[in-house]
Every structure is written in structure tokens, then in C-alpha cells.
């Protein structure tokens, strides 16, 4: 079966469920599940459910689509979401945007646990993308392209939502937290990097570094969708001379704190921006 018609069955069986029009898709990153319990929820659905959604790993098992309202927004929430590095395809792992697409959202605001290869950037830093650098090896839009999916050769230049950025920077800073505008790293994992990786991405430019995103953001991109990208510094990865070994467990804790500054911004950025 054709992605577009896998994508068109997925979105009828939603469609079974609710006819809520979500206007905004939103995808939460490891440890940045809070946000999801202020939404209203309307419809709530598991991945396991769901037509052509990877099955569950044990990672993603409480994975869930969530239609419902945030701050006055219709918005359509992945509480969970498919790496690459657990062993899905690029297929798998960015089939959900596919059917956000579908079922009428216009942005995307994807968020993230991010190493910082910035020397300025502290644990727990907003770190909004205003441009990336993708370094893995597979490409979701390899292939036969579907012109009804997006063009052959998507143009990249304008590819985050400045306005967006601009606009967040602006809440974080009358919050009073501490913000930057940067580039994603973007490799497939799922070991995190030497201290000479760590260095080469400070030289070409990576701000951040992180094991997601870059596929999501690319057909995200390849669907005319409008894209803001937070990412939360969980662990300060340059100047090399202070490194520390680091633990999911660590990343988590300063993520899961830092995750309510991006829960604050977010819900103020949906209520700003249209
Ligand atoms: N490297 C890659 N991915 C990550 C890191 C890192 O240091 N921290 C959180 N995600």
C-alpha cells in the first residue's frame, strides 16, 4: 500500500473517532510529557490503535494522540513519539506528522533533550532552532516522491518559523529564563558523542546536539508546514574541560525542570501566535 493511501486510512479511523480539527500539532520530547496534562482533551487515542503506527517498543508503549484544546488552540499532541535510534524506519518514526498533516494542522512545534555544544549555554537552557545541520545517514524522503505529500526537492532556506522564535525569545525573556536562538545537530544515536565529536559540532556550527527532530522537521518541511523546534539543554557538552559522564536519568531530572519553562512558553506562544 502507497504512504498516502496508509496516511488517508489512519486518518479515517481517526476520523471514526472524533471530527476535531486540530490546528496545531505538537510533539513532546523526552522528559517534556507535562505539557500534555493541560490540554483539554477531546479524543484520545493509542498509538497501538492506530492503523500503520509503528507497534509499541517498550520506550513508546504509553505512546498516545491527543486532539484536544490549549489555551483557546486546537492542537493535536503526540505524548510519546518513534526514534530512529530504537529501530524504526524513517517511515515509522515520521509517519504521525504525515497524519497530523491530514488532519488540517499548519505548524508544528516539535521539542527536544538537547546536549549544548554552545559554550555559553547552561543545564536547562530554551534553546529555540533557527537552523540545523543534519548528519544522519537515512533520509524519510528517499524514494519515489508522492506529489500529493510535498515537492521532489524541498527548498530548506526558510525552514524554521523566525517569527515564532522571536516572539518566544520575548516571553522567555520577561519570565526571566535564560534563551538563546540556535542550530540543531541532528545524528541518528543512540550513543551520545566523544569529546572530539562534541568539538567538531562546536566548529561547524551545532549549537545543540540531538539524537531526534531532523527526520520529523524534514517532512514536517516536505508538508508546507510551519515549524518551531525548542530544544532544553540537558547536559552542557563544551568547553570539553568540565565533562561529565552522562545518564538518561540525569538528562531526565534537568529536563523534567526545565520542561515547565517550556510548558509556560509554549502555552503563551499558542495563545500569540496564529
Ligand atoms: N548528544 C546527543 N543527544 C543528546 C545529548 C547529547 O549529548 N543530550 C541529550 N540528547
Known amino acids: 500500500m502507497q504512504l498516502y493511501d496508509q496516511i488517508q486510512e489512519t486518518v479515517a479511523f481517526i476520523r471514526k473517532h472524533t471530527d476535531f480539527a486540530p490546528e496545531v500539532g505538537i510533539i513532546l520530547g523526552t522528559g517534556l510529557g507535562n505539557l500534555a496534562a493541560d490540554i483539554e482533551v477531546v479524543c484520545e487515542l493509542n498509538y497501538a490503535d492506530l492503523p500503520h503506527f509503528a507497534a509499541a517498543t517498550v520506550e513508546s508503549h504509553s505512546g498516545k494522540l491527543l486532539l484536544g484544546n490549549l489555551c483557546g488552540r486546537k492542537v493535536v499532541c503526540m505524548a510519546g513519539r518513534f526514534h530512529?535510534?530504537?529501530?524504526?524506519?524513517?517511515?515509522?518514526?515520521?509517519?504521525?506528522?504525515?497524519?497530523?498533516?491530514?488532519?488540517?494542522?499548519?505548524?508544528?512545534?516539535?521539542?527536544?533533550?538537547?546536549?549544548?555544544?554552545?559554550?555559553?549555554?547552561?543545564?536547562?537552557?530554551?534553546?529555540?532552532?533557527?537552523?540545523?545541520?543534519?548528519?544522519?545517514?537515512?533520509?524519510?524522503?528517499?524514494?519515489?516522491?508522492?506529489?500529493?505529500?510535498?515537492?521532489?526537492?524541498?527548498?530548506?532556506?526558510?525552514?524554521?518559523?523566525?517569527?515564532?522564535?522571536?516572539?518566544?525569545?520575548?516571553?522567555?525573556?520577561?519570565?526571566?529564563?535564560?534563551?538563546?536562538?540556535?542550530?540543531?545537530?541532528?545524528?541518528?544515536?543512540?550513543?551520545?558523542?566523544?569529546?572530539?565529536?562534541?568539538?567538531?559540532?562546536?566548529?561547524?556550527?551545532?549549537?545543540?546536539?540531538?539524537?531526534?527532530?531532523?527526520?520529523?522537521?524534514?517532512?514536517?518541511?516536505?508538508?508546507?508546514?510551519?515549524?518551531?523546534?525548542?530544544?532544553?539543554v540537558s547536559n552542557k557538552c563544551f568547553p570539553l574541560d568540565n565533562l561529565t559522564e552522562t545518564t538518561i536519568e540525569e538528562v531526565i531530572e534537568v529536563v523534567t525542570k526545565a520542561g515547565e519553562k517550556l510548558r509556560t512558553v509554549v502555552k503563551e506562544l499558542l495563545g500569540s501566535v496564529r
Open 84 to 232: 530512529y535510534y530504537e529501530g524504526y524506519t524513517m517511515q515509522q518514526v515520521t509517519f504521525p506528522v504525515r497524519v497530523m498533516k491530514f488532519l488540517g494542522i499548519e505548524r508544528i512545534i516539535i521539542s527536544n533533550a538537547a546536549g549544548g555544544t554552545n559554550s555559553f549555554y547552561e543545564n536547562g537552557d530554551l534553546v529555540f532552532i533557527s537552523d540545523h545541520i543534519n548528519a544522519h545517514h537515512e533520509n524519510p524522503l528517499r524514494g519515489a516522491n508522492d506529489e500529493r505529500l510535498g515537492p521532489r526537492f524541498p527548498d530548506l532556506l526558510h525552514t524554521y518559523d523566525m517569527q515564532v522564535n522571536s516572539i518566544a525569545l520575548d516571553i522567555c525573556r520577561r519570565q526571566g529564563f535564560r534563551a538563546h536562538e540556535g542550530v540543531y545537530y541532528g545524528l541518528p544515536g543512540p550513543n551520545l558523542e566523544t569529546p572530539s565529536e562534541y568539538k567538531m559540532i562546536n566548529t561547524l556550527g551545532g549549537d545543540v546536539v540531538g539524537m531526534s527532530t531532523i527526520p520529523e522537521v524534514l517532512v514536517a518541511k516536505h508538508s508546507g508546514l510551519r515549524i518551531t523546534v525548542a530544544s532544553v
